[in-house]
């Protein structure tokens, strides 16, 4: 699942791209600064950014600046000056949409875009013996396949992709199941469980952290 970051300080406009980009399949997060991005990016890896350019405090281009190529960047903004479209390529755009815009329009962008800038490397996560492929939607153990069913499947990626990260089950349904489906938290620990029993050597990599959630964890205790 492709991580985006959304940084806006107009919250409604998150909100709205939020809500479709999720729909779409995406792991979105939001900041409604250029400072809390910076916060959010230093606990979790993205594979792009929706990035306004005028924002109080620093601006869409002086982040870009900082970050310096280190990930795909789509500007948003209500300029559309042909002087601020090649400031903001030149700090590393890898396109630029004027405001107002369609959700369409955002949609296949971010597709273009990360068809463009998206790795083989990038796509595969993997702790010891244990691996996780997106491309194919495979998981491996030392190189035998172990099946699992869609659901399962993307929990596991979940978790793996922020390890020690504690999601609420709550927060797992909200980003794994579809929003017109009625999920409850037992079905969240049914799933879990039987992750755990077809991954055999590292069923300690799901843990519980009792009241809050699940997390993956790198190591037995």
Same mark, same amino acid.
């Given at each position: 699942?492709?991580?985006?970051?959304?940084?806006?300080?107009?919250?409604?406009?998150?909100?709205?791209? %939020?809500? *479709?980009?999720? $729909?779409?399949?995406?792991?979105? @997060?939001?900041?409604? #600064?250029?400072?809390? $991005?910076?916060?959010? &990016?230093?606990? /979790? @890896?993205? =594979?792009?950014?929706?990035?306004?350019?005028?924002?109080?405090?620093?601006?869409?281009?002086?982040?870009?600046?900082?970050? *310096? =190529?280190?990930?795909?960047?789509?500007?948003?903004?209500?300029?559309? $000056?042909?002087?601020? &479209?090649? +400031?903001?390529?030149?700090?590393?755009?890898?396109?630029?949409? %004027? +405001?107002?815009?369609?959700?369409?329009?955002?949609?296949?962008?971010? /597709?273009?875009?990360?068809?463009?800038? #998206?790795?083989?490397?990038?796509?595969?996560?993997?702790?010891?013996?244990?691996?996780?492929?997106?491309?194919? /939607?495979?998981?491996?153990?030392?190189?035998?396949?172990?099946?699992?069913?869609?659901?399962?499947?993307?929990?596991?990626?979940?978790? &793996? #992709?922020?390890?020690? =990260?504690?999601?609420?089950?709550?927060?797992?349904?909200?980003?794994?199941?579809?929003?017109?489906?009625?999920? @409850?938290?037992?079905?969240?620990?049914?799933?879990?469980?039987?992750?755990?029993? /077809?991954?055999?050597?590292?069923?300690?990599?799901?843990?519980?952290?009792?009241?809050?959630?699940?997390?993956? +964890? %790198? %190591?037995?205790?």
């Amino acid at each position: 699942m492709k991580r985006i970051l959304i940084v806006d300080d107009e919250k409604d406009l998150c909100d709205i791209l %939020s809500f *479709n980009l999720r $729909a779409s399949g995406y792991d979105i @997060t939001t900041a409604y #600064s250029a400072e809390e $991005a910076l916060e959010k &990016m230093a606990d /979790k @890896t993205f =594979h792009l950014l929706l990035l306004d350019v005028m924002m109080d405090g620093m601006s869409g281009f002086e982040l870009a600046q900082r970050l *310096n =190529h280190q990930v795909p960047i789509i500007f948003l903004t209500a300029k559309d $000056a042909e002087d601020d &479209m090649l +400031k903001g390529f030149r700090l590393g755009a890898d396109d630029y949409i %004027s +405001k107002p815009f369609s959700v369409r329009e955002v949609q296949a962008r971010i /597709k273009a875009v990360l068809a463009r800038t #998206s790795s083989t490397e990038e796509d595969i996560l993997t702790y010891k013996g244990l691996s996780v492929n997106y491309s194919n /939607k495979s998981v491996t153990i030392d190189g035998n396949a172990v099946a699992l069913t869609r659901t399962e499947f993307e929990l596991l990626a979940l978790l &793996m #992709s922020e390890k020690g =990260h504690i999601f609420s089950r709550e927060d797992m349904i909200e980003r794994i199941w579809p929003n017109d489906v009625v999920v @409850t938290n037992r079905t969240v620990d049914v799933n879990i469980t039987r992750i755990r029993k /077809k991954i055999g050597p590292y069923a300690y990599c799901l843990a519980t952290r009792q009241g809050y959630g699940y997390y993956f +964890k %790198s %190591s037995k205790e």
